[in-house]
């Protein structure tokens, strides 16, 4: 044991420690042998001379003999491996320029690829910080095509019916306009809080344990919270488990904090607060809990482990079908306009070991077109290294040859040379990685998710691996390009290998070029879309508008409950710096909206019987507000009843040559479950409008969608318990806030204006997506570029030292200054053109794939491809002035002088 | 220089080496030195074959050694059997008598 010990340690020194230890002992042993082996011969009666000649003579080579005794030595890869990294690590000591170039230049490649791995990775990829969770799936319902999640009382009938699964929760979201923790205090930004209602099997089905405190028990009045909630707004105190946290009026008690690594089932949505689902009507102005209309959750279950996936879903999908029959039999069906057939029902299980994220959806195109925009950036990248690398390998070829002469083996030389790539490579991903880590709070901005990205082993792994692949990549062409030639020192001037070595550089440069072109290409198609989108007249004006929500709490149960639209514009209207205000159900541009089905018996032209008009409930001024233009007719006035506004596309639609105002839209009645009764055969039975007004198209939800038909009502007269507020102010509307706040509670204390934001503000929201393809496309068009640039400026230079005497001959026979400028141009011209031509195709191509984000421009749009093409030809030029500049300073005397 | 009487079996110089470092730890020199004593000048060493065998016999852990002032007044690496390199002598010994006895009754027969 003991001298197994020594040897390993002696073998570690050997491998690590100073080589000299090794090499000292046996130079030591030998020479006293050597030593005593002339002592003999001395004996014997030579001479001193004789006696060491003889000696050696015996003793052979000794080089071989400690070539011999070093092959015995285990581990002799290795040991050559860090014998390769010293000497690697001696040259970078030597070339710190080099150096700093290339581990710049890998760290922006690497560490670009890191970043996009690091949200991949978070989004799709990484299961949910739970025991088993490939056990987990997400259960829906189809009817048909069309996908749908569970009422709240389908749910449990689910639940108690199912014997698949070994738990099952639903999940839905919950949102607060008022918290306060005791001891605490009203916490300041409630509205940024993420709720989750979640039925009781929550964490024991995930298997979540929540520590410190416990999961919720029988009691509805006890919540869980996050780890994040806990640390960032309850300052990590111990003490608030047993204290009493008030989400808008009801009052629950913290009974536990959630385990750090969990944040929910939704990726890039971490949860903050957990409560019980039976807690919902105390939050929410509606009970949802009994009404077998709303579906607001979704369905999680942790399958038996002896249960396959689809004899599951064979199971559960028997049982739903039972229990819709019995819904439709009941008559409180779920279903609005159809009645379900249930024999068209079934229930799909998905894999839900990853949780869900509509991160997924929104994201899945941009990352999926970024993984290919930085794996192109790293080649570019790999480029540079290789141009770099095989300039030096001209610099060593009478080192290199020398090697060879001396009888290195090739494949010993390709390692060493490796080694030196790898190591640059390594160095390269150790600063990608810093750099990954540096900007990983910008990149989760613009990607607007939140995600804990911490550098974690899978992180660590990837980089590894591209640090790796990379290195190889870059390191190989050289490599094996420099260790070709004879193993003739004057090898060089030989015009073989000249012609090769010089051509491979090109290649790669006009690579870069052709690259930078697909990426410029792409980035500018996407800045035009965004101009585009800007520029865009959407048929209101988002100038100064300020959009708000306004919620009456009741919180003293007495008194008029809700809101009287008339007294609240009557506030605001009055306010100092306001021009106008209005009121409608939901939020404008939001994507929110309500569809009926009408009846239009005045028109000639009647579309599909089952034809579905979009409504919105607005108030008088509402229209004028958000800056729609009335083309007919009149504005809605306060007590409006029964009237409506319809868009210029209605009023085509529907009454292509008529007046339209005056004539009558009908809507069908609801009954007491807010459900349409269906129309009557007698219309004079249903509730009509008449049209009083026509205002122009705009856009409601999204720039790109076309316009809708659309009617605007009056609001419901009486209070209300919630609406949407528009507000048009004289200038920038943000310090309108705090006066609107103030004097709508004056008005009324349970008043709470929320979610205020400017109407540019909720459109350049859903312009998320091109926004952030734009930047980052953009910056690794220009990043691609500047390497692109770096690599022709290298190559350049290389080549007019290379001409140095060639410019010089041309100069002495008298040549001018210009003309020796312009060779270097014409080269770089040359390598341009090259890059274009080759690169103009695949952006062609390569566009595709931006092609669903392009508004207004087309794929092949010719001044984005001169701009880009443009653009790169200065840059080529402004790459290889240096050079030029060179070339025109070479003074004939001087260069002939040389060599 | 009289060059080797006598070719070595392969697997016998290690054989050789270990009972010679049986009687006394021994530096290099003094190895091949006692070989040829005791093999009365019939079996010579060359330096080139055995030094690899030392440091292969260390590898194997059959052989370690010490720095140690020789005979000569210079420091010199003293090889010493191992316990391992003990029993493997043992092994190796009995081996090869059992391989000579075979030849020998051949030779003595045929």
Redesign the interface.
């Known amino acids: 044991m003991f ?2 010990l ?2 390993l340690m002696r073998g570690c020194r050997d491998l690590f420690g100073s080589k000299t230890r090794f090499e000292a ?2 130079d ?3 020479v ?2 050597l ?3 002339i ?1 003999e011969n001395i004996e014997s009666g030579m001479t001193p001379a004789e006696a060491r000649r ?1 000696a050696h ?5 000794v080089t ?2 400690k070539e ?2 070093r ?4 581990m002799r890869l290795a040991r050559e491996a860090v014998q390769d990294l010293r000497y690697a690590l001696r040259l970078l000591a030597k070339s710190p320029g080099f150096a700093a170039v290339s581990i710049l230049t890998l760290a922006l490649g690497i560490g670009a690829n890191t970043a996009i791995f690091s949200l991949v990775d978070a989004i799709f990829l990484k299961n949910l910080a739970v025991p088993h969770p490939e056990e987990l799936v997400i259960v829906e319902a189809f009817h048909g095509e069309e996908g749908r999640n569970f009422s709240y009382p389908m749910f449990r009938d689910i639940a108690a019916g199912q014997q698949v699964f070994s738990g099952i929760y639903a999940s839905g979201g919950a949102e607060f306009s008022r918290i306060s923790v005791e001891g605490i205090g009203e916490l300041p930004s409630a509205e940024a809080v993420q709720g989750r209602f979640v039925s009781r099997d929550y964490f024991s089905t995930l298997g979540v344990n929540p520590a410190p405190g416990r999961a919720f028990g029988q009691d509805d009045q006890e919540a869980v919270i996050s780890y994040g909630f806990w640390q960032k707004q309850l300052g990590k105190d111990r003490s608030v488990l047993g204290r009493v946290i008030t989400l808008n009026q009801a009052s629950f008690v913290i009974v536990g904090v959630a385990p750090r690594e969990f944040s929910g089932e939704s990726p890039g949505n971490p949860v903050d607060l957990w409560i019980p689902i039976d807690s919902q009507p105390r939050i929410e102005q509606r009970d949802l809990l009994e009404v077998r209309t709303a579906t607001w959750f979704r369905t999680i279950a942790r399958l038996k482990p002896d249960v396959g996936l689809r004899q599951a879903e064979a199971a559960l999908t028997a049982l739903y079908r039972r229990l819709l029959a019995d819904e439709i039999a009941s008559g409180t069906g779920s279903l609005i306009h159809k009645a379900p057939n249930p024999e068209e029902a079934r229930i799909a299980l998905s894999p839900g070991g990853k949780g869900f994220s509509w991160h997924r959806g929104r994201l899945s195109q941009p990352l999926w077109l970024l993984t290919l925009v930085v794996v192109l950036v790293l080649l570019i990248a790999c480029f540079n290294l290789a141009n770099l690398l095989l300039a030096r390998a001209s610099f060593r070829q009478r080192e290199i040859g020398i090697r060879l002469a001396l009888g290195a083996g090739r494949l010993r030389l390709i390692r060493q040379l490796l080694t030196e790539s790898l190591l640059l490579a390594v160095l390269g991903g150790a600063a990608g990685f810093c750099l990954f880590f540096l900007t990983r709070g910008i990149l989760l901005t613009l990607a607007s998710v939140q995600l804990d990205l911490r550098p974690d082993w899978r992180i660590l792994v990837f980089t590894a691996g591209v640090a790796t692949v990379t290195g190889v990549i870059f390191g190989l062409v050289p490599a094996l390009q420099a260790t070709r030639l004879q193993a003739v020192p004057s090898a060089p001037h030989s015009v073989g290998a000249r012609a090769s070595r010089i051509l491979l550089p090109h290649l790669l440069v006009t690579g870069q070029m052709a690259l930078s072109v697909v990426l410029l290409v792409g980035a500018g198609l996407l800045v035009r879309t965004l101009q585009n989108l800007h520029e865009f007249n959407p048929g209101f004006d988002s100038e100064n508008v300020l959009l708000f929500e306004l919620k009456h709490e009741d919180t003293t149960g007495q008194g008029v409950t809700g809101i009287l639209p008339e007294q609240v514009l009557e506030r605001l209207n009055a306010l100092p710096g306001v021009r106008s205000a209005g009121l409608s159900g939901a939020s404008f541009f939001s994507g929110s909206m309500n569809t009926s089905p009408v009846r239009v018996p005045d028109s000639r032209v009647n579309p599909d019987a089952d034809a579905e008009l979009r409504t919105e409930r607005v108030s008088a001024g509402y229209l004028d507000t958000v800056g729609m233009r009335l083309l007919m007719g009149r504005q809605l006035n306060p007590g409006d009843r029964n009237v409506a506004i319809i868009n210029s596309r209605m009023a085509k639609r529907y009454f292509p040559t008529e007046n339209p105002l005056g004539k009558l839209i009908y809507f069908p009645r609801l009954d007491e479950q807010r459900r349409y009764v269906p129309f009557s055969s007698n219309l004079e039975m249903e509730q009509a409008v008449e049209i009083v007004g026509v205002v122009g198209d705009a856009k409601y939800d999204d720039l790109r969608q076309a316009t809708p038909c659309m009617a605007y009502l009056p609001l419901t007269p009486g209070p209300t318990a919630g609406c949407s507020v528009v507000l048009r102010a004289a200038t920038e509307p943000g310090n309108l806030i705090e006066p609107i706040r103030a004097s709508l509670r004056q008005l009324n204390p349970s008043l709470s204006v929320g979610g205020t934001r400017t109407l540019e503000q909720q459109v350049g929201e859903t312009l998320n997506g091109e926004r952030l393809m734009t930047q980052l496309l953009s910056f690794f068009g220009l990043l691609a570029l500047a390497l692109a640039c770096m690599g022709l400026y290298g190559l350049m230079s290389y080549s007019v030292a290379r001409r140095t005497r060639e410019i010089g001959v041309r100069m002495a026979l008298g040549a001018r200054r210009s003309h020796a400028v312009g060779l270097v141009f014409k080269q770089t011209l040359l390598l341009t053109l090259g890059g274009v031509l080759i690169g103009l195709p695949l952006a062609l191509v390569a566009t595709r794939l931006v092609e669903h984000f392009l508004f207004g421009v087309k794929r092949s749009d010719p001044g984005v491809l001169a701009a880009a093409v443009g653009f790169l030809i200065l840059m080529a030029a402004l790459a290889s002035y240096l050079p030029a500049w060179r070339a025109s300073r070479i003074e004939p005397a001087v260069a002939l002088r040389e060599e | 220089m009289p060059t080797p009487k006598e070719d070595l079996l392969q697997g016998t110089l290690d054989l050789l080496i270990l009972k010679t470092l049986a009687l006394e730890p021994m530096h290099g020199y003094g190895v091949s030195l006692r070989i040829q004593q005791i093999s009365e000048d019939v079996l010579r060493i060359q330096q080139g074959s055995l030094y690899p065998a030392l440091y292969r016999l260390e590898q194997r852990g059959w052989v370690t050694y010490d720095w140690a002032v020789s005979e000569n007044g210079r420091r010199a690496k003293y090889y010493r059997l191992t316990d391992q390199g003990r029993r493997q002598l043992e092994t190796e010994t009995e081996s090869w008598e059992r391989l000579s006895t075979a030849i020998n009754r051949i030779l003595r027969t045929a």
Request: hydrophobic fraction near 30%.
């Open positions: 001298g197994f020594v040897r002992e046996m030591d042993e030998l006293y042998h030593e005593r082996v002592q003889a003579v015996s003793f052979g080579g071989q003999i011999e005794c092959d015995t030595r285990p």
